[in-house]
């Protein structure tokens, strides 16, 4: 009796540890789960106003946060032909860096690979830096911010720097939850 009494607290003391340790695990996820699901909302920038659609989704088994992408810029003053800009994208975690990682995917072959900001982020504000970017000019730099003002609500901020100088806000989208 007294052997498996004591075979009894061994096991719970081996056991016990390791659940409490699971229960403190953060979620890699937590900065950007909320985006999941289907966006629209106005923009306005640069390429000048129009609309915005976009759909989160976790894909292959919860390994990635895609993005799919579709700005329709009509024909106005700062962009007389209109344009249809599209890009997919893909979140992933970093487990040796213990970071999250941004690839966007631009039709125009242009792909930036941006990592998280830790210093940046906080409660309601997530910020991606790109630590690289494919086919453009040498020396940019791009910055993507999202400030969440509710579950169903965001706004993002895109912004880019010319080798040397500081980031210039280039496009602002006003997204809400699509329902």
């Known amino acids: 009796m007294t052997r498996l009494f004591l075979l009894l607290l061994l096991t719970a003391g081996l056991v016990a540890p390791a659940a409490s340790q699971d229960e403190r695990e953060d979620d890699p996820w937590k900065p950007i789960r909320f985006l999941e699901g289907s966006w629209t ?8 106003s129009g609309t915005v659609e976009r759909v989160y989704s976790f894909v292959l088994d919860g390994a990635y946060l895609h993005e799919r992408h579709a700005s329709n810029y009509p024909p106005q003053e700062r962009n007389p032909e209109g344009e249809l800009h599209e890009y997919w994208s893909f979140f992933s975690y ?16 242009i792909i930036n690979q941006f990592v998280l900001n830790e210093d940046l982020t906080k409660d309601a504000m997530v910020v991606f830096d790109t630590e690289r970017i494919e086919n453009f ?3 940019w730099r791009a910055r993507e911010s999202y400030r969440v003002i509710s579950n169903d609500e965001f706004v993002e901020e895109f912004y880019l720097a010319a080798p040397g100088k500081g980031y210039e806000l280039y496009v602002t989208t006003r997204f809400k939850r699509a329902r």
């Open 137 to 139: 000019g040498e020396g």
């Open 94 to 109: 970093d487990r040796a860096r213990d970071l999250l990682v941004y690839r966007q995917f631009h039709n125009e072959g």
């Open 41 to 48: 909302g106005p923009t306005d920038g640069r390429f000048g």
